[in-house]
């Protein structure tokens, strides 16, 4: 098959890529319609209030309902979300608050609810840190999932950012340009699943929480859960993927 029979295909591919990669990307850096769907992880504790309950006989004053900033003390969401860029906390009605944006925002679920929890009456600080058992290692380490979660966020940036350099360049109707964008929708395609993956790994053993049991076993109450950006990064890690041959094929064989 000639060159120029493929370079329509790997375009489209890229293309794909590349708008469902902007969606991944804009997770989180608001609260609003759109963003507020759009994250990579969600941490529910809507119901760890009836652990806290059952374990410590009060939970009086453990959730803020007014959606003031976050990390002052005021009380914990019902559940949060990060993106790349930055976490929210929203209530019940979805109606929430963000933190300030900043590149490859860290994830560090304990350390976030503990900057939530109010000290007055009741110091839910050291309470949530005790509740939480030894073996949730993965989600009591901040460093791990701090650490894990910016390299995979700031691989998914590069890998998006090679998509849009591999479309651009496909465009160029001439041999190089077509081996520009082989190599790279393969390093894009690399990165993002390299990515996509380190994120998979961070959910999959954070997640072991909502097995946990407290006294009168009554479940913990935190779920750990990927959100729709993850998937749209593995998704468009498939259409990078695919478009790698269309645009070696388009480089060996195409001609003016």
């Known amino acids: 098959m000639r060159g120029e029979h493929c370079i329509a295909g790997a375009s489209i591919l890229t293309f794909m890529a590349m708008i469902l990669l902007v969606f991944a990307n804009i997770g989180q850096i608001s609260s609003g319609a759109v963003t507020n769907g759009l994250h990579l992880v969600e941490v529910n504790v809507a119901a760890f209030g009836s652990a806290v309950l059952s374990a410590n006989k009060q939970s009086s004053g453990l959730y803020n309902t007014k959606n003031t900033v976050m990390g002052a003390s005021t009380g914990l969401r019902q559940y949060y979300r990060w993106g790349i860029y930055g976490a929210c906390g929203y ?16 994830f560090e ?5 503990i900057s939530d ?3 007055s009456p009741t110091n839910y600080k050291t309470i949530i840190n005790s509740i939480i058992p030894s073996t949730a290692s993965a989600f009591k380490n901040n460093g791990w999932n701090h650490s894990l979660s910016v390299v995979g966020s700031a691989l998914i940036f590069i890998g998006s950012i090679l998509t849009l350099l591999s479309f651009i360049t496909g465009l160029v109707k001439h041999r190089l340009s077509f081996f520009v964008a082989a190599v790279s929708s393969g390093l894009s395609a690399f990165f993002l699943m390299v990515g996509a993956a380190i994120w998979t790994s961070i959910i999959s053993k954070d997640s072991w929480l909502k097995q946990v049991k407290v006294q009168g076993s009554v479940a913990l109450g935190i779920t750990v859960t990927a959100g729709p950006a993850l998937y749209l990064t593995w998704v468009s890690f498939v259409f990078v993927a695919l478009s790698v041959a269309p645009y070696v094929i388009s480089c060996c064989t195409f001609r003016k």
Do not use: E, H, V
Not at 109 to 113: D, E, F, I
């Open 109 to 113: 679920p304990l350390a976030t609810l």
């Open 91 to 106: 209530q019940k009605d979805n109606s929430g608050i963000c933190n300030s944006t900043q590149f490859a925002y860290p």
């Open 117 to 119: 929890a109010p000290t």
